[in-house]
T-cell receptor, first 122, second 113 residues
Framework: GAVVSQHPSRVICKSGTSVKIECRSL??????MFWYRQFPKQSLMLMAT?????????EQGVEKDKFLINHASLTLSTLTVTSAHPEDSSFYIC??????????????????FGPGTRLTVL | AQSVTQPDIHITVSEGASLELRCNYS??????LFWYVQSPGQGLQLLLK??????LVQGIKGFEAEFKRSQSSFNLRKPSVHWSDAAEYFC???????????FGKGTRLSVIA
């Protein structure tokens, strides 16, 4: 199956610093990638949609100036948490859709998830 | 609006007993349905998925799920639970095209001896 990687898997930083998280589709191209955030003991919430060659689309309530997304190539999207604060501590997961076919359907997009990045801001 | 409801926040079952985790969805188009499992501190692992065809879907680790369109449900089942199945389970719905998944709040499964 398709593989999505994330780097780093875990990062600890001081309050006020910026942190960059990379999401890579290793064996397929992805014009779109999604970034989710998961707070402890909660579900995954979509933060933004990353589009190759254009601006990201952010969900309501997500600060685009704080969470900078760059989709530089068809296999790489980056999420930069700027001026991080303790409340930004969370588990960040990316996904990339891969088009396939199944049972007569012309196409569908199955999401492949990265392993996640645990961010802790001190 | 698109949504997924997992009515049970926490379920405890005895090892060897059967399991059913409930999932109801609301989706305006043809839904594609998924169940994921997440162990503490880990990422998501796909258990099974439904896109079309047979409404009873077999997944990994002995799990299965049944899609019931009339009830907007996609319940996850396992005939005999193992202690290693203790984890958080998420139901999710998506559509065709480049659309993200919408996740339920999750059900935490505890397994007792």
């Amino acid at each position: 199956g398709a593989v999505v990687s994330q780097h780093p898997s875990r990062v600890i930083c001081k309050s006020g610093t910026s942190v960059k998280i990379e999401c890579r589709s290793l064996d397929f191209q992805a014009t779109t990638m999604f970034w989710y955030r998961q707070f402890p003991k909660q579900s995954l919430m979509l933060m933004a949609t990353s589009n190759e060659g254009s601006k990201a689309t952010y969900e309501q309530g997500v600060e685009k100036d704080k969470f900078l997304i760059n989709h530089a190539s068809l296999t790489l999207s980056t999420l930069t948490v700027t001026s991080a604060h303790p409340e930004d501590s969370s588990f960040y997961i990316c996904s990339a859709p891969l088009r396939g076919t199944s049972g007569g359907l012309s196409s569908y997009n199955e999401q492949f998830f990265g392993p996640g990045t645990r961010l802790t801001v001190l | 609006a698109q949504s997924v409801t997992q009515p049970d926040i926490h379920i405890t079952v005895s090892e060897g007993a059967s399991l059913e985790l409930r999932c109801n969805y609301s989706y305006g188009a043809t839904p594609y349905l998924f169940w994921y499992v997440q162990s503490p501190g880990q990422g998501l692992q796909l258990l099974l998925k439904y896109f079309s065809g047979d409404t009873l879907v077999q997944g990994i680790k002995g799990f299965e799920a049944e899609f019931k369109r009339s009830q907007s449900s996609f319940n996850l089942r396992k005939p005999s639970v193992h202690w290693s199945d203790a984890a958080e389970y998420f139901c999710a719905v998506g559509g065709s095209g480049n659309t993200p998944l919408v996740f339920g709040k999750g059900t935490r499964l505890s397994v007792i001896a």
